[in-house]
């Protein structure tokens, strides 16, 4: 496969999201503000991509035992960084995304990207799977943002484009409205895409 | 926070659920809940690891982390703590309670990744609970997770028989449920408060 073949493979035919269910966690949590949604992937962006580099680099030299606290490490570090880094630069979207920036630690994609691609490919393609994605569940945390943060404060990006005739729907603020978007989307792309079989 | 730990409890179970308004736990949540069965298995496994854990990574933050100035390794830590108190306790329950092991034993190795378990340790430092706060939050976040799935199984059960469209099969329809359980949570939400 080429570079490009596996970046859109990753981002959007295989999307971690609507494809392998995985990483819902804070797909659902940080959405309700499409900024919040931006950072969070980029978050992600950045520590897929170079846990997969360093996991794929170092691949012939860990033992299979022990692999699984290997890769986990290796992604805790770089998750480290981009806490440290929003602390310092953005500490208000910092706070606002509270406890889920480490719980990138724990999401299912990083971990199922680094055992299923970084693990048996070389460094440059895991780097290239890694942004491709955390693109594509970029793409899908700032498309449910975009939903949620429209009807429930009329705005997008804190800017207001709504006028004031707008009754924000409070609902898209609380928790439920989170899980009826996704299963929506999910909805739709399978019926549109993938063409479930009867 | 000035909150009694007995209020907490109580909170953690129901206004903020830690699925259905936290969102910790998806993933084994959605892929588990097959069978009644396994799911209470497993829901039974997280209260208890949830419980310790929330302890030992309370004392390990206050004791350690705090006392040698380096809470920027927490993540970290808190995973290693994490991960080798369920290897441990998955030794022991092999070599003392077999029966146990058979039942409880397949659903430890899938503990050390669901997120509820970190998510709650770094919650009671975020929040800043004391000690009996972080046990009460714990167990309480775990059966929180245990009502929840247990409930969602229960449903999913009875959906064998209906008609679901194509297209929703499987995780859709699961998400719509959640959504409506938690649309139900909400009503508790009023009573009181913990951010």
């Known amino acids: ?198 | 926070m000035d909150i009694s730990a007995f209020v907490l409890f109580w909170a953690a179970i129901f206004t903020s659920n830690i699925l259905l308004t936290n969102f910790l736990g998806m993933c084994s949540y959605l892929s588990v809940s097959r069978e009644v069965e396994s799911s209470f298995g497993l829901g039974v496994a997280v209260v208890f690891v949830l419980t310790i854990t929330a302890a030992l990574n309370w004392l390990v933050y206050h004791y350690i982390l705090v006392y040698f100035g380096i809470v920027y390794l927490q993540f970290i830590v808190f995973i290693i703590v994490i991960a080798a108190f369920v290897q441990l306790l998955e030794l022991i329950i092999e070599r003392y309670t077999p029966a146990l092991y058979y039942t409880l034993g397949i659903f430890l190795p899938l503990i050390t990744v669901n997120c509820a378990i970190f998510g709650v340790s770094l919650f009671l430092v975020i929040r800043n609970y004391n000690f009996l706060q972080s046990i009460a939050f714990g167990a309480g976040s775990g059966i929180g997770w245990l009502l929840a799935i247990l409930m969602l199984a229960a449903i999913r059960r009875k959906l064998k028989e209906k008609m679901v469209p194509l297209g929703l099969q499987g995780v859709g329809i699961s998400l719509i449920i959640t959504g409506i359980m938690a649309l139900a949570f909400v009503g508790f939400s009023g009573i009181v408060q913990i951010q």
Do not use: H
Not at chain 1, 1 to 14: D, L, N, R, V, Y
Not at chain 1, 103 to 116: P, Q, S, V, Y
Not at chain 1, 169 to 186: E, G, Y
């Open chain 1, 1 to 198: 496969m080429t570079k490009k073949e596996i970046f859109i493979t990753s981002a959007f035919t295989e999307n971690s999201i609507w494809r392998q269910i995985l990483g819902i966690c804070s797909a659902l949590a940080v959405t309700n503000l499409m900024m919040n949604s931006l950072i969070m992937g980029l978050g992600v962006i950045f520590s897929l991509a170079l846990s997969g580099f360093t996991i794929s680099l170092i691949r012939a030299w860990t033992p299979r035992s022990v692999r699984m606290m290997v890769q986990t490490l290796i992604i805790a570090a770089y998750v480290i960084i981009v806490d440290i880094f929003l602390k310092a630069n953005l500490p208000a979207i910092s706070k606002q995304l509270g406890p889920y920036v480490g719980l990138i630690i724990t999401n299912c994609i990083l971990m199922g990207r680094a055992e299923a691609f970084a693990s048996q490919n070389k460094p440059f393609d895991s780097l290239v799977d890694g942004v491709g994605a955390g693109v594509g569940y970029t793409f899908v945390l700032l498309l449910i943002g975009f939903i949620r943060e429209l009807f429930g404060f009329g705005s997008l990006f804190g800017i207001r484009v709504l006028g004031a005739w707008w009754t924000p729907w409070s609902i898209m603020v609380m928790a439920p409205s989170a899980f009826f978007i996704l299963a929506m989307l999910i909805w739709i792309i399978n019926v549109r895409f993938y063409k479930p079989k009867v």
